[in-house]
């Protein structure tokens, strides 16, 4: 190496270093920045005392009444939430029982408390069912009790919640979440509370924390999409959530929907951020970790364990972190004071006094915090803040702070690094003069004496926000002002508190940094550009001869780098490293497209999982085809690649597909919706299709339609052993006599699709294959796909698919398959005796299912009669059904998707043209797979492509009454099956 290039190396490897630094210098940037930069929200109901607690006051007589509130009051709380069960109140209609209510409000407000009245529960007349947590049958009811209650203590209550924890199926009569049910609920109470009270202020239910996607309990980001989505973000004013810290302290920053811990509020805050309602505050109406003693034998905690030391510390520790942190965040109420239950229940844990009447350390914290010398933490706050401290004769309202005489003065204890001061300004002369820890405020003129003043003169008298002092340290401060003048106008309005992080050390970094790397690249750019022909060609070099490499390797291995790079990318929670997997995914399915191509047929049913990467939803079986498209492009004009050899009867009709489904977003009124289906179940599906038939033209890629039935076969083992797993472990849905599993799902009958589309393509290779080892492989994974399927109580596929699929199985295969076929088909009728007496098998064609099944076609028809051409547009069903066409006999049904029957959606979704495109494709691939399965050599691949018929059967038949291609699964494995069958027709 000649002297200028190892000059150049060196130039290189000092500049390699400067990135470093700069990489370490950014990451210290946003680790400063975390912790609140600039101004905070408007979140008005956020600027309240803090300190709160839940209390079971009904459980006392008079002096333990008495006791319990001297106790809550000495501890320094504000905020008592209790229950007000309207079971109780109103065990008749009608008639309502007041005695003890009367006496616990009466009794808080002598305390000089606030109540947030929880109303909860339903009295036997108002419900169906024995659970007193089931919302009522008709919502009048309860608004009528709601109404009655404010009307009563509307004099004494300010704060109402509505109903508990609607996100568990335990609090809403055990049966499914439903969101937009509670969001009924809520605004009846909403309405009722505003009309008698309209000073008053609703909370939304406090939503329990859990990580569940439904239908029994819903996490509460989910649970929110669905209330928001019904329209029911305009009916609170707080959002109520309840971040227990479990096994993690306060200062674990970790947010995510499988994250259980005190940081979850921030998932909340986020979600209305995104929905523009950033100005409503979050309560936390419970929080708190769990402390049992060591000898404990009652029912262990689910809530997580510490010491009661421990406990006293995060209690303390999360108190500050929200005050410091969160500016949206208002009160938070400690889980328990002394709970209502045996002394066996793992409640006793939270209770900040215990059965005797002892406060425990948790209480001694908490009280030695909420006692101490107020003090204002970033956030804006009114001018009748209790941190604030008035001297003088100044007169205070919710409006603001009006000066008495000149010298009165306002102190204002704050923490941060910079303090705003809202005022109205008057037509007489006034001023402050303002001090900041003694010394003249920073941001303020000052007069001949050095005195830092605020004006309070305008004759437009306008409000206006000034600055009173910046660049402080990150600490406590003190802000006086005294007046001079200004009386009558109200002049205090409020006062934001605000941190700015110092970032000059950093951007001085940055600075620095840029200049040498600047100067090394003038003085060495020659010596640098001299190492291109002595190290690029060995660059190129190395990674052939890795690629080589890998290519070399026994195909297992081959597979096994790929997975393991698709779970480093799937399951890392650091994003760094997920672009890292992701980047390794992408070189190792250029060097192996086929294996790409496997990876994406098994995510298939796991789309409902994806990974969140960067604000984004990624599906694997979408990054895996986008990917295999990238890596088939780059080899396509490398050389490498092959398209389509001529056009075909399936190329065209899929082409017209995805030309048709184009265009039907030109009249799709909910054109969001449109576009996404467009991409996830028409262009994505469709690229694989293409990818799959091309890649299977290439001789080296013969064994790719092995590869995707084995990786569809993986797939839906998987599914049905989580649905068997459920089954054993009791995690299923109880609906009309029968136990449902939904695996993945979030519907027994979307299992049923899936597997449906599986379970012909295994039978077909067990029973008619020639390889005894793959016969023997499929039929192991048929039995507890089978099995699986069974415990779905699908109809669809257990009276329409399955039947169709074997009966085709058997014609076409000869006689004696067409009696196993009939053998079959007596077996799953066998099997389906015990279910006679069910609702499930009954069919009723003047109510149930099979009624609102005839209702719905009736409706798609009418809404074919006014779209024949062209349809209402892609996912837009929905929207036109439940507002135009249902008719009045099926209002209990309102919220179908689709019309459950193929000819049906592919008519209302894409028009006449989409029933074309529909009929050519099935004519053109039974004729092609027909063709194939009277003119292969290979028995495997006659079996293999008998089964894929059989699964498109299927398809048509489970079609009748359900969904046929409109979710990404079935899209998936439709255009899976196609691209199979016509990338086989070169074997011929």
């Known amino acids: 190496m000649r002297a200028g290039q190892k000059r150049g190396l060196l130039y290189a490897l000092i500049l390699l270093l400067i990135a470093i630094a700069g990489t370490v210098t950014w990451r210290q940037e946003r680790r400063a920045s975390q912790g609140f930069p600039g101004f905070p929200p408007d979140v008005p109901q956020a600027a309240v005392n803090p300190f709160g607690v839940n209390v079971e006051l009904s459980q006392y007589n008079e002096v333990e009444l008495g006791r319990a509130l001297d106790l809550i009051e000495a501890g320094g709380f504000r905020w008592v939430r209790q229950t007000f069960p309207w079971a109780q109140i109103e065990p008749q ?97 909403y309405v009722q509370i505003k009309s008698a009270d309209p000073v008053a202020f609703v909370l939304m239910a406090g939503l329990a924390p859990n990580a569940e996607g ?47 811990n005190f940081s979850r509020a921030k998932l909340a805050r986020d979600f209305l951020v995104a929905h523009g309602d950033g100005e409503k505050a979050i309560w936390a109406v419970e929080f708190g970790w769990n402390s049992l003693p060591p000898d404990w034998r009652g029912r262990p905690s689910i809530w997580g364990q510490v010491g009661e ?96 005489h000149s010298g009165d003065s306002l102190t204002i204890p704050f923490k941060g690094t910079r303090l705003d001061l809202t005022v109205r300004r008057g037509r007489f002369w006034a001023v402050l003069y303002v001090t900041v820890d003694g010394q003249p405020a920073n941001a303020l ?44 106008q109200w002049a205090i309005v409020g006062w934001t508190v605000s941190r ?35 190290l690029l060609p060995a660059a190129r070099r190395l990674l052939g001869k890795l690629a080589d490499r890998y290519r070399g390797l026994h195909e297992g291995l081959q597979a096994t780098l790929l997975a393991l790079a698709a779970a480093l990318f799937y399951f890392s929670p650091w994003p760094l490293l997920s672009l890292f997997g992701l980047a390794l995914l992408a070189i190792l399915i250029y060097l192996r497209l086929d294996l790409g191509l496997a990876l994406a047929a098994l995510s298939i049913p796991f789309f409902l999982r994806p990974k969140p990467l960067l604000g984004l ?86 064994r790719l339609a092995w590869h995707l039935a084995d990786a569809l076969t993986l797939a839906a083992v998987a599914v049905s052993l989580m649905g068997l797993y459920q089954y054993a472990t009791g995690d299923v849905i109880v609906v009309e006599g029968v136990r449902r599993v939904r695996g993945i799902y979030g519907s027994p009958n979307n299992l049923g699709l899936f597997l449906g589309r599986v379970v012909p393509i295994l039978a077909a290779v067990a029973l008619f294959g020639r390889s005894l080892k793959r016969r023997a492989a499929y039929l192991a994974a048929g039995l507890p796909v089978v099995a699986c399927l069974y415990l779905t109580y699908s109809r669809g596929a257990w009276l329409l698919g399955l039947p169709a699929a074997f009966l085709f199985l058997g014609l076409v295969r000869g006689r004696r398959a067409l009696l196993v076929s009939l053998a079959t088909l007596l077996a799953i009728a066998l099997s389906l005796v015990p279910l006679l007496g069910t609702e499930r098998l009954a069919i009723d064609f003047r109510g149930g299912t099979a009624f609102f099944r005839l209702k719905l076609w009736q409706s798609a028809l009418s809404m074919i009669r006014d779209h024949p ?32 029957n193929i000819l049906l959606d592919w008519w209302t979704r894409l028009g006449v043209l989409g029933v074309a495109v529909l009929v050519w494709l099935e004519v053109a691939f039974f004729k092609r797979g027909l063709g194939l399965y009277r003119h292969l050599a290979d028995p495997d691949r006659r079996a293999l492509v008998l089964g894929l018929m059989a699964s498109m059967v299927d398809f048509l038949a489970h079609g009748l009454i359900d969904n046929s291609y409109f979710l990404v699964d079935l899209a998936f494995v439709f255009c899976l099956t196609l691209g199979v069958i016509e990338g086989l027709r070169d074997d011929l």
């Not at 003129?445 to 402080?472: F, H, I, M, N, W």
């Not at 990818?691 to 290439?698: I, K, N, S, W």
């Not at 062209?870 to 135009?884: H, S």
């Open 93 to 189: 209609r009608g008639k309502y029982e007041w005695a003890i209510w009367d006496r616990i409000v009466a009794a808080v407000r002598e305390h000089n408390l606030e109540l947030i009245a929880v109303l909860d529960t339903s009295p036997l007349w108002a419900r169906q069912g024995a659970n007193p947590h089931t919302p009522p049958q008709d919502m009048a009811d309860f608004g009528r009790f709601v109404r009655a209650f404010a009307e009563r203590y509307g004099d004494d209550i300010d704060y109402y919640q509505v109903w508990d924890e609607p996100n568990l199926s335990a609090h809403w009569g055990d049966a499914y979440v439903d969101p937009a049910a509670y969001a009924r609920l809520l605004r009846e109470g």
């Open 214 to 260: 439904g239908p029994l309990n819903l996490n509460e980001v989910a649970f929110l999409e669905g209330l928001y989505a019904a329209g029911g973000g305009g009916f609170f004013d707080i959002l109520a959530v309840k971040p227990y810290g479990f096994d993690a302290g306060p200062d674990d920053r970790r947010v995510g929907i499988g994250v259980l």
């Open 309 to 404: 030391e421990e406990q006293a510390s995060y209690a303390v520790q999360a108190h500050l972190r929200a005050l410091d942190e969160w500016p949206w965040m208002g009160m938070l109420a400690w889980a328990e004071f002394q709970p209502p239950v045996p002394p066996g229940d793992p409640r006793w844990g939270f209770a900040l006094v215990d059965a005797n009447w002892r406060p425990r350390p948790v209480y001694e914290r908490l009280r030695e915090l909420a006692t101490r010398e107020p003090v204002a933490y970033p956030g804006r706050y009114p001018a009748n803040h209790y941190a604030a401290r008035y001297r003088g004769h100044w007169r205070l309202s919710p409006y603001g702070a009006d000066i008495g």
């Open 445 to 488: 003129p000052k007069d001949s004496q050095g005195r830092s003043y605020l004006v309070l003169y305008d004759p437009l008298c306008r409000p206006e926000t000034v600055t009173l002092a910046r660049g402080l340290a990150d600490g406590v401060h003190e802000a006086k002002l005294v007046a001079q003048g200004g009386w009558s």
């Open 500 to 534: 700015e992080p110092n970032l000059r050390p950093y951007r001085l970094a940055w600075a620095l940094l840029g200049v040498c790397a600047l100067g090394l690249i003038l003085a060495g750019r020659r010596d640098v550009a001299s190492l291109g022909p002595c």
């Open 617 to 702: 939803a990624l599906p694997m079986v979408e990054v895996a085809t986008l990917l295999c498209f990238a890596a088939w492009v780059w080899q396509a004009i490398r050389g490498k690649g092959q398209g389509p050899n001529r056009w075909s009867n399936l190329d065209r009709p899929m082409l017209l597909l995805v030309a048709v489904a184009a265009a039907s977003l030109l009249w799709a009124e909910n054109r969001e919706v449109a576009v996404r289906e467009f991409r996830a179940v028409v262009l994505e599906p469709a690229l694989f299709y293409l990818l799959v038939r091309c890649t299977l033209a290439r001789e080296r890629h013969r």
């Open 869 to 900: 051409l062209t349809g209402v547009g892609l996912d837009n069903f929905l929207y036109q059904y439940r507002t135009r066409y249902v008719l009045p006999e099926a209002w209990e049904e309102l919220n179908l998707s689709h019309p459950h």
